[in-house]
């Protein structure tokens, strides 16, 4: 059975702190491993990676998979009380209709 | 531009009374189709996917149906639904083969 596991489950820092999510997977068939951030409702979209070793950054976020490792991360510099939020790992598996989500880490950013 | 509309956003439903939750999907065609539960706002289980019309697979065993009547269109159904129904239901669409999901801004189910 597949598995993402993501830590810490929760985290509070103050604003301007930068913190680091970690996502681990077993997965049959990896395909690609994708992040979301989740405030009140639907999921957004927030990276989707495929290799190993090319980091993505968007602003103040940045994400790395190490498929040796099976995981990877999730970096947020200068934290912002606007990034609180619950941010979702999910892997793409098998033939790429399986999305396996971790049950997210919550992460408050006081001011 | 592609757009995913899902509703209602809120519904609350006594113990054994039916449920219907309608996902529309614009400006795609032939997309994957997708019903995810979330309990206590944490992680996604996914319970239907489906790959086209009248196409439908579950992947775990519940009180719940899936149908897909049109290309676009994915329904959520039950014929009585239980406590343990309750949770916050997302419908997602993704291009195949192996774009990432979209998902709507989904339905808060509570059951009575």
């Known amino acids: 059975e597949d598995k993402v596991v993501q830590s810490p489950l929760s985290l509070v820092v103050h604003e301007g702190d930068t913190v680091t999510l970690n996502c681990s997977y077993e997965v049959t068939n990896f395909r690609s491993l994708l992040w979301y951030k989740q405030e009140k409702k639907a999921p957004t979209f927030l990276f989707m990676l495929?290799?190993?070793?090319i980091e993505k950054k968007s602003g103040r976020l940045s994400s790395i998979l190490d498929k040796k490792e099976l995981s990877s991360i999730l970096n947020i510099t200068a934290t912002q009380t606007g990034d609180s939020a619950i941010y979702l790992c999910?892997?793409?598996?098998?033939?790429?209709?399986?999305?396996?989500f971790g049950s997210g880490t919550q992460l408050t950013v006081l001011p | 531009s592609q757009t995913i509309h899902q509703w209602p956003a809120t519904l609350v439903q006594p113990v054994g009374s039916p449920l219907s939750l309608e996902c529309t999907v614009e400006g795609t065609s032939n997309p994957n189709l997708y019903w995810y539960r979330q309990a206590a706002g944490r992680g996604l289980q996914l319970l239907f996917y489906?790959?086209?019309?009248?196409?439908i697979s579950s992947e775990v065993p519940q009180n719940l149906s899936a149908s897909r009547p049109q290309d676009r269109q994915f329904i959520l159904s039950s014929k009585k639904l239980l406590l343990s129904d309750s949770g916050f239901y997302l419908c997602?669409?993704?291009?195949?083969?192996?774009?990432?999901?979209?998902f709507g801004n989904g339905t808060r189910l509570t059951v009575t």
């Open positions: 495929t290799s190993s070793g």
């Open positions: 999910a892997v793409l598996s098998g033939s790429a209709r399986q999305l396996t």
């Open positions: 489906s790959v086209g019309i009248g196409q």
């Open positions: 997602a669409w993704s291009v195949p083969p192996a774009s990432p999901l979209h």
